[in-house]
């Protein structure tokens, strides 16, 4: 992409009303703009990301063993009349009325409809276990939207739900998501602790928030120091399912739980190694059993006939939210740091004289080899100082710039830097080599 022709609408201010750095940065980074409180519109950039890491998600949970499909976001009321959850679930439900006086609402999560598709589709034991999930925007008519899309009102959410016969079954089911959130979220470069945690309005007697350590988090948490480390999940196997309980209770034996979720006596176990932060919840797994299926009659007919209730759990990925939450916990004073598999763009090709005309040439040259070769570039043709090119790839955190001026071209070199990290100089021909190896 030559910026001459992108939607980068950069900011050199820090916009005042813009409280944590994620906010900050994503505002300076023209990655996104807030049309109504807690609700943003995403420019070019800021979409970029959300796809790599909506990808990311889809990834994992497709390895998961589970089933992609798409909701509507708005829904009919009945649907949650039947399961008791249109009035307990108050004012943060978006409620609307349609021109016929019918109500509808837009959905803040999707257990009852999930479950009525299941219903709809599945009819004996054979037909389970199921997960399906989506990637799809929800809306939470929140108190105080804060924080831009750490706490909007209209948020990405990755929601599936595991349909199970009996609770052996919808254990492993939870465990299988838990092991995929362990390697979704390693895999964005962030570090992610799974703690116990409250089960709010979704219920349920089971479940795990998975939380980015961070100094703007929203959440309280305490944890055994060894999660300090990240865990290797690469040897584990999610289809033995007691293998893969053994493996997730020997993680969970080091000590992790937020503010509401304190255990004292375990507390006091841990001793000198129990560490307090704050933190950001970019997912949450739930066990609820048949709270759904029940109240809205749902049964499939078991191996011996008779009637089974299926046993459920839901499972949510932030998916807008980490966008934040990974600037968050990656950036200087300069920027945003992606990781790199995250970034919107690999490379940011900064041609530092434009006007001239062999430095061009050379830029082109390698701009079209690298496109060629399929790698995301990003390359700042535009008729500024060097300075101001430096600025902007920092600014919105290209992981590698590759850096062509006059002179370098002249003796044959270029200069290839690591976000953060030092400029080397080399020929192009090593610097392709290093970005397409
Ligand atoms: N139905 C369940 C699981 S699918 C559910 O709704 N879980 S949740 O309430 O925990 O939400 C899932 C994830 O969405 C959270 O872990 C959080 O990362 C994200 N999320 C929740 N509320 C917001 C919000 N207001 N803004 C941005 N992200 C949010």
Redesign the pocket.
Known sequence: MRLSRYFLPVLKETPGDAQVVSHQLMLRAGMIRQTASGIYAWLPLGQRVLQKISQIVREEQDRAGAIEVLMPTIQAADLWQQSGRYDAYGPEMLRITDRHDRDMLFSP???ELFTTIFQNGARSYRDLPRNLYQIQWKF?D?VR?RFG?????E?L?K??YSFDLDFAGARHSYNRMFLAYLRTFARMGVHAIPMRADT?P?GGDLSH?FIVLAPNGESDVFYHENWEAGRDTSGVDADDAAGLAAWIDALNADYAATDEMRDPAAEAATGAALKQSKGI????V?YFGDKYTRAMGVTVQGPDGAAVTPLMG?????V??LVAAIIEASHDDAGIIWPEAVAPFKVALLNLRADDAACSAACDKLYAELEHAGVEVLYDDRDERGGAKFATADLIGIPWQLVVGPKGVAAGTVELKRRGGDRLEMTAEAAFARLTA
């Open positions: 999560t999707a257990e939470r929140e939207p899309v750490l706490r909007g009102r948020f959410m929601d599936a709010g979704i928030e919840e970019v997912g949450q739930f839901s499972y949510g990925i932030g807008s939210r």
